[in-house]
Nanobody
Framework: QVQLVESGGGLVQAGGSLRLSCAAS????????MGWFRQTPGKEREFVAA????????RCADSVKGRCTISRDNAKNTVYLQMNSLKPEDTAVYFC???????????WGQGTQVTVSS
């Protein structure tokens, strides 16, 4: 099982940008599909974006399409989520996850808080 640690969250004004990072332990990072999810209190965890093992296939949720870029550096065991034109409704705890495909994630990080002020 891979260990995941997110970073890069914080407070940002609406319209601003953030880049979240997720560092993975182990030497098998390249064998995982990586995803980003977010959650606000009282709501279910929501898919944000995912990237396949080699980085050639990317998916973004409709709610962030056009504003998100997901990328990965397998040499650094890290996946990134760049969010632009942030809105207050993007406020959430953001989690990264590792899985076997775009629909199955078995390992999760602890999350990083993103707060967008209006």
């Amino acid at each position: 099982q891979v260990q995941l640690v997110e970073s890069g969250g914080g407070l940002v004004q609406a319209g601003g940008s953030l880049r979240l990072s997720c560092a993975a332990s182990g030497r098998t990072f390249g064998s995982y599909v990586m995803g980003w999810f977010r959650q606000t209190p009282g709501k279910e965890r929501e898919f944000v974006a995912a990237i396949n093992r080699g980085g050639s296939s990317i998916r973004c949720a409709d709610s962030v399409k056009g504003r998100c870029t997901i990328s990965r550096d397998n040499a650094k065991n890290t996946v990134y989520l760049q969010m632009n034109s942030l809105k207050p409704e993007d406020t959430a705890v953001y989690f990264c996850a590792a899985g076997s495909d775009f629909t199955a994630y078995a390992s999760w990080g602890q999350g990083t808080q993103v707060t967008v002020s209006s």
